[in-house]
């Protein structure tokens, strides 16, 4: 393996919308803008852990699709496997929270460019020669025909190159809106090496729940993956939270638990996705998977005071967050 990794994530870009400070959505007449979306927000947080990310998606041939580019390519996220086309950007709005009422989102991503693609918009081979890792994750699947046949496609020709497959169980009970997931979702959790989750989104989306410790080892043993990450978010403020995960290795039968971290919580968006990003990234290091896991945790607690949908974390800091905790 180079001393640079490549890692290809993919997923919908979207641009989100709050309002400033902690006022409620439209109580102003002000919005600030961002961009990002869970597998963009992974391939942000890893190009800046020291692992070259190439982001697939599709975008409209549009200012806002232009403007999503430009952003990625701020970041030095690879775009060369980007489609363009569609009508449309999907947007998102998010009302953040400076007391203990849950964050508020409103999505208007209906009929977007990423939700009317085909499997032929992508040459999967030509675009996973030379990866060493492919990232998805549960929201993928939930938009539609076209982006689960494409990721379901993505996977096999990963499995095909012998590539790890990580699938992060994001759920969004918005998305599924009168529709069974676990069907969808249970033959991509089979393929996939490194499963990653917290327990609602387990339950919700493979209908699996289990106490303490037995979550992850059912689930490894019940889709056959080789590490299966449970994060934990526990809220005990305003804007204070704990973060924490938990690493479960199917081939050793070992249980890891990170440390607990408390913050001082900025912008809760992405935490989860700069989890992955870190635990991907040590991996990829050839890092134990103990340590992987506290790079991971480190890396999402990081995230939780940046304001945005990216976290930017370099690996030296996330490094640092982590000895600060032994």
Not at 98 to 103: K, S, T, Y
Not at 227 to 249: C, F, H, K, M, N
Not at 268 to 286: T, W
Request: neutral net charge; hydrophobic residues 45%.
């Amino acid at each position: 393996m180079s001393t640079t990794p490549r890692a290809v994530t993919f997923g919908e870009m979207l641009l989100r919308l709050s309002p400033p400070g902690d006022e409620k959505l439209f109580e102003s007449p002000a919005l600030r803008t961002f961009f990002g979306g869970a597998e963009a927000n992974v391939a942000v947080a890893l190009n800046h852990l020291g692992v070259q990310a190439d982001y697939v998606t599709r975008l409209p041939e549009s200012p806002l699709g232009d403007a999503a580019l430009d952003a990625l390519r701020r970041e030095k996220v690879g775009t060369d496997w980007i489609a363009r086309g569609g009508s449309r950007l999907g947007l998102y709005f998010v009302e953040p929270t400076g007391d203990l009422r849950d964050m508020r989102v409103v999505y208007d991503r209906a009929e977007s460019a990423f939700a009317r693609i085909e499997p032929a918009d992508f040459d999967w081979p030509r675009i996973l020669a030379g990866a060493a890792w492919f990232h998805s994750t549960g929201i993928t699947p939930a938009l539609g025909d076209g982006p689960v046949a494409a990721l379901a496609r993505a996977v096999a020709c990963a499995r095909a190159a012998h590539l790890p497959v990580s699938l992060d169980l994001n759920y969004r009970a918005a998305l599924w809106h009168g529709r069974t997931p676990r069907p969808v979702l249970e033959p991509l959790a089979r393929q996939a090496d490194v499963l990653i989750g917290n327990r609602d989104a387990v339950r919700a989306l493979l209908g699996v729940d289990g106490d303490g410790d037995a979550l992850a080892p059912r689930l490894a043993e019940q889709y056959g993956c080789g590490l299966v990450a449970i994060t934990q978010r526990e809220i005990l403020g305003p804007r204070e939270q704990a973060w924490s995960a938990t690493l479960y290795d199917a081939a050793t039968k070992t249980h890891a638990r990170s440390r607990r971290h408390v913050v001082k919580v900025l912008d809760r968006v992405g935490g989860g996705d700069c989890f992955a990003a870190g635990l991907i990234a040590a991996l990829l290091h050839d890092q134990p998977a103990a340590h992987a896991l506290e790079f991971g945790a480190a890396a999402g607690a990081l995230k939780l005071a940046v304001a945005g949908d990216f976290g930017r974390a370099t690996r030296a800091e996330v490094e640092d967050a982590v000895r600060q905790c032994t």
